[in-house]
């Protein structure tokens, strides 16, 4: 099936610094991906909808100024987290729909997750 | 908001089928029952999903009833490595996120 790659899988950080994770369709291009975010024992929240070319879609309290996310290509989004806090630790996620190009069965393809930890 | 209700936890004895399931009874015409789950620090991983027919892969089964008010996923002979949180889900196809509830937690039990 297709494959969806996230880099890194975890990083640790100061307080302050920004970090950057970056998400690849690996056998098929997508337009859209998705990012959202999980703290602990939580379910999956999305965060925002990244789409190539154009300005990402953010969800309700999520500050897009925080949460950078570009899609320069049809196989790359990226999300930069700014100035992170220890409240901003968590396990990031990326998915996208694996059509365009294939049988598109509708299913969404997710990354393996960044998990993230501002010290 | 999850359109979804599923029951919090369920334990399944190691070879034994495990019956997981969903109530969607506001599903619209257009929207499919996805299932994915999620294995501790990794990312969802999709199993199954369908719209009104009863469907089956190599991983499980998925059964609607005939009002599409709710599903079950059937693990034919769980093992240990199905111990999950696993989603159900309802979404249209398309560009369109999927949006998840809290799941239920399998455990597989030796």
């Known amino acids: 099936g297709a494959v969806v790659s996230q880099h890194p899988s975890w990083v640790i950080c100061k307080s302050g610094t920004s970090v950057k994770i970056e998400c690849r369709s690996l056998?098929?291009?997508?337009?859209?991906m998705f990012w959202y975010r999980q703290f602990p024992k939580q379910s999956l929240m999305l965060m925002a909808t990244?789409?190539?070319?154009?300005?990402?879609?953010?969800e309700q309290g999520v500050e897009k100024d925080k949460f950078l996310i570009n899609h320069a290509s049809l196989t790359l989004s990226t999300l930069t987290v700014t100035s992170a806090h220890p409240e901003d630790s968590s396990f990031y996620i990326c998915?996208?729909?694996?059509?365009?190009?294939?049988?598109?069965?509708?299913?969404?393809?997710f990354g393996e997750g960044s998990r993230l930890t501002v010290l | 908001d999850a359109k979804t209700t599923q029951p919090p936890s369920m334990d399944c004895a190691e070879g034994r089928a495990a019956n997981l399931p969903c109530n969607h009874s506001t599903i619209s015409g257009n929207e499919y029952v996805y299932w994915y789950r999620q294995i501790h620090s990794q990312g969802p991983q999709y199993i199954i999903h369908g719209l009104k027919n009863n469907e089956t892969n190599e991983m499980a089964s998925l059964i609607i009833t005939e009002d599409r008010k709710s599903s079950t996923l059937i693990l034919p002979h769980a093992t240990l490595r199905d111990t999950a949180v696993y989603y159900c889900i309802v979404r249209p196809t398309g560009n369109t996120p999927l949006v998840f509830g809290k799941g239920t937690r399998l455990s597989v039990i030796a």
């Open positions: 056998d098929f291009q997508a337009t859209t």
């Open positions: 990244s789409n190539e070319g154009s300005k990402a879609t953010y």
């Open positions: 998915s996208a729909n694996g059509g365009s190009g294939r049988t598109n069965t509708g299913e969404l393809f």
